[in-house]
């Protein structure tokens, strides 16, 4: 059995933010051993955000980003369960980093329902022209044009795109974690992106 020292709780603390029972614990369940602590935490914090999911949002901020050069700016609504966790700079900064990620990647939408049909419907002739070209069998190119639609949504949707800030990771995982963290409910709510001469 290993000694969890005082010392490998406060930096196991300060590094994700957890409460230090939790620290104390997982440091025992992974024998002491730094990083799959670190793993423990964040599986376990994951786990709690899933349950929060359900949680009524009512209270969050409306942040603006404008771009240097004023050609760019973005208007976002990212929701939270208490007053108190959106005046916390966890939650400020979270939200801070999304409008400056829509700002970067340039979101068609949240989800792929929030997608313009219209949109949809030219990518699904150009993909099914693409195929055509390429002398694709006619009985497999609808199966190959689904595949490309699917992969269009991870790339124009804000909740499956690559976050910018770190690719490993989606804007669904940094808003798991973010929760995790938090300990509420988060919620990006909508969002607007104006650019000079769109």
């Known amino acids: 059995m290993v000694e969890i020292s005082a010392a490998m709780v406060k930096e196991l603390r300060e590094a994700t933010g957890s409460g230090i029972m939790d620290c104390k614990r997982v ?41 240097t050069g004023s050609k ?11 007053d108190f966790v959106a005046k916390t700079e966890d939650f400020e900064t979270f939200v801070k980093n999304i409008a400056m990620h829509i700002a970067a990647a340039n979101p068609a939408g949240l989800n792929p329902e929030d997608v313009d049909p219209a949109v949809i419907a030219k990518e699904r002739e150009i993909f099914r022209a693409q195929m055509l070209e390429e002398g694709k069998p006619e009985n497999m190119i ?57």
């Open 72 to 82: 760019l700016g973005v208007l976002v609504e990212v929701n939270c369960e208490s």
């Open 142 to 198: 609808d199966k190959i044009v689904d595949g490309k639609i699917e992969k269009f949504y991870k790339d124009v949707c804000l909740m499956s795109q690559q976050y910018v800030k770190d690719p490993q990771k989606t804007i669904t995982d940094v808003l798991k974690e973010t929760i995790a963290k938090i300990g509420e409910n988060i919620q990006i709510k909508r969002f607007v992106r104006f650019q000079i001469g769109e």
């Open 27 to 67: 440091l025992a369940e992974a024998e002491g051993d730094y990083e799959p602590a670190v793993d423990l935490l964040r599986k376990k914090g994951l786990a709690k955000a899933a349950k929060r999911a359900g949680r009524s949002t009512s209270e969050g901020l409306i942040h603006s980003y404008i771009h």
